[in-house]
Structure formats: structure tokens, C-alpha cells
């Protein structure tokens, strides 16, 4: 079983010719709407690539909630654990895609803000049982270090979005910040670009057992111990990379609950993420297991 405890958001997508700068209107095509938030994207992620997950979150009292709650049981995640919060909104994103696939977002959080420790102890029993539970940052500390404290697994910590000054709860044994987020993490002036500064910047962070960061059409870089790996990314033609890093990470957990080792976990997880960023949407662009075997088995190194 794995577990996530996050964010659940309905995602606003707009195609714009660029990202506009501060004070400019740039006018987008026609809006699209996908269930999406980093903690649901990866519920469905690892569903899709052939876990069984279990979900712990809130969503609000409106019309949302109900599209978000049937979305997440369509994909086969348990959705048991998700409260609905009255007199609140569900979560929404805005995101704006650009012609090369690159995105911002805003992120209004509504219910998430309103997840608790209290709701982890009520999953108390769900994720003491979890091979895995995910945690991300879009919902409150005290539920990630309530999930972290209760969880009987592997406890896997995306730093996502990245928050300057933020720091991993206790008890997280794999950490997977992209670039943007190690900078957080370690207070860096600047976001490392080249792999000697990734691996610096990764290897100055204490608390994790590991360090997965992704490096979007770079690959990964793996920190485990002194030892470090770099794995290059499967080329693809990206299209929106909205939901790459949530791929990864719902992916990495599967691969890591059913035992596998952690290169190879990352391996089969970056072809995950690379399916993903070749259609559009969040939820939409998630791959299943047999589309990532099958590149897999095209790139046998």
C-alpha cells in the first residue's frame, strides 16, 4: 500500500504564446480544466503505474470537491480518508502553459490549508501499514510531521512548491526536490545549474537517508551515502511539463514498494515522468504501467 497526504486542486490551465512579466496581459487560448494538486497527481501516478493508494486530505464544500473525490476513485485511489471541510473552497490552481511546454502556477489552497494532525491520526492505521507514504508542502506542517511520526514505511518528502526557509519534517528517508527546491532547501542565493553544483547543494543536506533531485530534461541525480548517480532523461518531445515531478514521485513510490533499488526505482520512474510530459494537463498526461515498461524496453541501456 501507498499512502499520500497531500493537496487536492482543480487545475485552470490556459495556453499562452508566453509567461507574461509583471504589469503585462497576454491574451491565452481557450481554458482547460483537470483535476490536479501535487498530492492527488501523485495518488494517481502510482495508481496508474500499478500501486494500491490510499489518499489522506480535504477538499471544500463545493461543486469541486465532488469532481475531485470522483476523479481520485476513477483511478482506484482510496479516497476514504478525505474530508470534506464546510464553508470552504476546494483547491485551485492557475496554470498557464507556454508553446515549449514550460508552466507557471498559482496555487490557492482553500481546504488544503485546513489539513490537520489530527486527520493523520484518524489515518493512523493506513499509514502505519503503507510500504510508502508521499508527502509534499501544499498542505500545512503539523499533518506532514503527524504523517511522517505515524508512517511504518518509507517516508518520501517532495519539498514541492518550494517555500525559502522550509525544512523536511523528521523521519523522511527520501527526499526529491527539483533545482528550485534544493535552493530553498539549502538557502542558496542562486538555483545550482550544473550537475557539480546540484550535487554540492544536495550533498550539504542533512536529515534524509537519500536524495533523489530531478533536473527536468536533464534526468535525475541520486545521492545515497558518499556515492552519487546520474540518470539522464529518456528523450521525448515535451509538450507540458506541468505534471512531470509529481509522475516522478508517484512512480518512484511504486517502483520503491515493490523493492526494487533505489537507482533502479529512479531509473523506471524517469520514464514515467517523460510520458507525462508529452500531453497536456495534469492528471490527464499520467502514465501507465505498461506505456513506462514499454519505454523502458525501447532504452535498455
Known amino acids: 500500500m501507498i499512502a499520500v497526504v497531500g493537496s487536492l486542486n482543480l487545475d485552470l490551465v490556459a495556453p499562452v504564446p508566453h509567461h507574461p512579466v509583471p504589469g503585462e496581459t497576454v491574451l491565452g487560448g481557450d481554458m482547460a480544466q483537470h483535476p490536479g494538486g501535487k498530492g492527488a497527481n501523485q495518488a494517481v501516478a502510482a495508481a496508474r503505474a500499478g500501486g494500491e493508494v490510499a489518499f489522506v486530505g480535504r477538499v471544500g464544500d463545493d461543486d469541486a470537491a465532488a469532481v475531485m473525490l470522483e476523479a481520485a476513485r476513477g483511478q482506484g485511489v482510496e479516497t476514504t480518508h478525505i474530508r470534506r471541510t464546510p464553508g470552504t473552497p476546494t483547491g485551485r490552481a492557475l496554470i498557464a502553459v507556454s508553446p515549449a511546454g514550460e508552466n507557471t502556477i498559482i496555487v490557492s489552497p482553500g481546504a488544503n490549508a485546513r489539513l490537520t494532525a489530527e486527520d493523520c491520526d484518524a489515518a493512523g492505521d493506513l499509514l502505519r501499514s503503507a510500504a510508502v507514504t508521499i508527502l509534499q508542502q ?17 517516508v518520501l518528502y517532495n519539498p514541492a512548491p518550494a517555500v525559502e526557509g522550509a525544512q523536511p519534517p523528521p523521519h523522511v ?23 557539480e553544483e546540484v550535487t554540492a547543494a544536495a550533498g550539504a543536506l542533512t536529515g534524509a537517508g537519500a536524495v533523489v533531485v530531478t533536473l527536468g530534461g536533464e534526468g535525475v541525480l541520486l545521492l545515497e551515502g558518499t556515492a552519487s548517480l546520474h ?12 505534471a512531470a515531478g509529481d509522475s516522478f514521485c508517484g512512480a518512484l513510490a ?15 520512474a524517469c520514464a514515467a515522468a517523460a510520458i507525462s510530459t508529452t500531453r497536456a494537463g ?20
Open 173 to 195: 528517508d527520501l527526499l526529491v526536490p527539483n533545482r528550485t527546491e534544493l535552493a530553498a532547501l539549502t538557502g542558496a542565493p542562486t538555483v545550482p545549474e550544473t550537475l
Open 231 to 242: 540518470i539522464p532523461a529518456f528523450p521525448v518531445r515535451p509538450v507540458d511539463t506541468t
Open 254 to 268: 511504486v517502483a520503491l514498494a515493490e523493492g526494487r533499488t533505489l537507482a533502479d526505482a529512479a531509473r523506471w
Open 138 to 154: 501544499e498542505v500545512p506542517d503539523e499533518a506532514n510531521h503527524a504523517a511522517a511520526r505515524l508512517a511504518g514505511g518509507t
Open 282 to 301: 495534469a492528471q490527464p498526461s499520467l502514465a501507465g504501467r505498461d506505456e513506462v515498461e514499454a519505454l523502458l524496453a525501447g532504452h535498455t541501456p
